[in-house]
């Protein structure tokens, strides 16, 4: 796969709900950072923290799930940048997001979404 193919295999699995597939495309010891000042900011390192930290914050935080909705991608070599929407109950917002793919693994992103709307948005778990 392309890198290109393997971030993409990341939001099919994330918008089927299917978070074991999602996990398995990121290495063991990926490093995943949040911009921000909220529940969900912050450094993840390795895969499990990326799972049981920031996602499962994100799942508390809206038990009715979050739509990602892709409008562009673009990649330069293992660099891949994507550019989308998100809704959620109460939330919505332009996105970008950027991930490094090493050996069909993705093992860097950086998340460039709208942080004063996480904050506003988050309730208090």
Known sequence: MTPKETVQVIYDA???????????????????VMNG??????TYHGRDALMTQMM???????????????????AEGN????????????????VGHHHVVEDGKVKEMHIFDDSQKWAMTLKPM
């Not at 597939?21 to 990121?26: C, D, E, Q, W």
């Not at 660099?79 to 332009?94: P, Q, R």
């Open 14 to 32: 994330f918008a089927s709900g299917d978070m074991e597939k999602f996990a398995s495309v990121f290495s063991e010891d990926c490093i995943c």
């Open 37 to 42: 000042m909220h529940a969900v900011s912050g």
């Open 56 to 74: 499962a914050r994100v799942g508390k935080h809206f038990p009715d799930g979050v739509a990602f909705e892709k409008v562009k991608m673009f």
């Open 79 to 94: 660099n891949v940048f994507t550019m989308g929407t998100i809704k959620a109950d109460g939330l919505e917002m332009s």
